[in-house]
């Protein structure tokens, strides 16, 4: 037996038996929850419990964060929607028609995420419009973190469930 046979014995490479698979999908939403619009949410509870500087400090951010998102869906939205649109079809093509277990593992990684990018850019655009500032900005961020921690948790639940019936179906017409 060769080295890679034994390693490839050894460590499951299948994707949904694979536990770096799931450590990966926890902390991709430990990350997504915590870091909203690329604001810390921790600076959110510190303006909302200490106020003045802890205050400035969050709204700076955010203004900062949502203008840099904006620009960007300015400059080149179209040509990332059209290539996440792209990339996401062929994952689930791939994954789906063509039974490849890596394509699904990545289709239910990217699919949650590119509804968060939207979420953030509707979000990003609700602040700049608004203007907000203080409770009300905080509070738009509040209810951005649900929305990412909804997803991701019927992402979690979503991919729990395919992840166990891939893992139980044995052979490519399930006996």
């Given at each position: 037996m060769s080295f890679y046979q034994s390693v490839f014995e050894l460590i499951d490479m299948r994707s949904f038996s694979n536990l770096w698979f799931w450590i990966a999908l926890a902390v991709m939403w430990s990350t997504a929850s915590h870091w909203v619009l690329g604001v810390p949410y921790?600076?959110?509870?510190r303006?909302?419990?200490?106020g003045g500087q802890a205050e400035q400090d969050l709204e700076d951010l955010t203004r900062i964060n949502t203008n840099r998102l904006l620009y960007i869906a300015n400059?080149?939205?179209l040509w990332l929607l059209g290539f996440g649109c792209f990339l996401l079809t062929?994952?689930?093509v791939l994954g789906f028609a063509y039974q490849l277990e890596i394509a699904q593992a990545l289709f239910l990684l990217g699919f949650p995420m590119s509804i968060v990018g939207l979420?953030?850019?509707?979000t990003a655009r609700l602040i700049h419009q608004e203007q907000a500032e203080g409770e009300q900005l905080r509070r738009?961020?509040?209810r951005?973190?649900?929305y990412v921690q909804i997803t991701g948790m019927l992402s979690i639940f979503v991919t729990a469930l395919w992840g166990m019936y891939q893992n139980m179906n044995i052979g490519p017409l399930g006996g």
């Amino acid at each position: 037996m060769s080295f890679y046979q034994s390693v490839f014995e050894l460590i499951d490479m299948r994707s949904f038996s694979n536990l770096w698979f799931w450590i990966a999908l926890a902390v991709m939403w430990s990350t997504a929850s915590h870091w909203v619009l690329g604001v810390p949410y921790d600076m959110v509870l510190r303006a909302r419990r200490n106020g003045g500087q802890a205050e400035q400090d969050l709204e700076d951010l955010t203004r900062i964060n949502t203008n840099r998102l904006l620009y960007i869906a300015n400059v080149s939205g179209l040509w990332l929607l059209g290539f996440g649109c792209f990339l996401l079809t062929a994952l689930a093509v791939l994954g789906f028609a063509y039974q490849l277990e890596i394509a699904q593992a990545l289709f239910l990684l990217g699919f949650p995420m590119s509804i968060v990018g939207l979420l953030s850019l509707s979000t990003a655009r609700l602040i700049h419009q608004e203007q907000a500032e203080g409770e009300q900005l905080r509070r738009r961020l509040t209810r951005h973190r649900l929305y990412v921690q909804i997803t991701g948790m019927l992402s979690i639940f979503v991919t729990a469930l395919w992840g166990m019936y891939q893992n139980m179906n044995i052979g490519p017409l399930g006996g």
